[in-house]
């Protein structure tokens, strides 16, 4: 069972690593998208400066490889498989081997494990990111609010405890990947987006 898991966490990991921003850059517009915008390579800053088709197939992407990376991790080694598929796929995301460990800031990512763990922490949670994102007009505050309901959401409709934990972990992630925004927002220079 252990070698199972490894395995789950590894290829979940490789997976993970496959940006959908960074992809679409390269793909429909011959550009690296960590050099424009924000510099980060996720759905908000392709959204902004490659437009609403490439955003549309870096959330096809990012969520396939997501789903992916999760029903292996489960098919190989069950629900642990599943958990290191998890911590794997946003490992992968954040700090992806094929593009230097620059990739993105796993909302997404942690969006449709929400979704495979419990479907109804999923919708508060995205009913929360969307209410926010848009009386906030910007998409870092939705997302500092969603995540860090993640645990409680999941606590609060009976998963089991290394789910919580794991998402718990998650906050932390979350976090850290947000820091650039989150200094943008003391500053008032976080761009708002633009509906």
Avoid at 121 to 150: C, D, E, K, N, Q
Wanted: aromatic content about 10%.
């Amino acid at each position: 069972m252990l070698w199972r898991s490894l395995c789950a966490l590894v290829c979940a990991y490789l997976l993970g690593s496959v940006s959908g921003a960074i992809v679409t850059g390269y793909m429909l517009h011959r550009v690296d998208i960590r050099s424009f915008g924000s510099g980060n390579a996720g759905l908000t800053n392709t959204l902004r400066t490659l437009g609403p088709q490439s955003a549309l197939l870096t959330l096809t992407i990012d969520v396939l490889k997501t789903l992916a990376a999760l029903l292996l991790g489960r098919a190989l080694a069950g629900e642990t498989g599943l958990l290191c598929a998890a911590g794997g796929v946003l490992l992968g995301h954040a700090f992806p081997v094929y593009y230097r460990f620059r990739g993105g800031k796993c909302v997404l990512s942690t969006a449709v494990i929400a979704l495979v763990f419990d479907w109804r922490a999923f919708l508060v949670l995205a009913a929360v990111f969307f209410w926010v994102t848009l009386l906030g007009r910007r998409v870092s505050i939705g997302s500092l609010t969603a995540a860090p309901l993640l645990p409680f959401a999941l606590w609060a409709f009976g998963s089991s405890l290394p789910r919580v934990l794991l998402s718990s972990g998650v906050i932390v992630l979350v976090l850290i990947l947000h820091r650039d925004n989150l200094r943008r927002l003391l500053r008032g220079e976080e761009p708002p987006l633009k509906f």
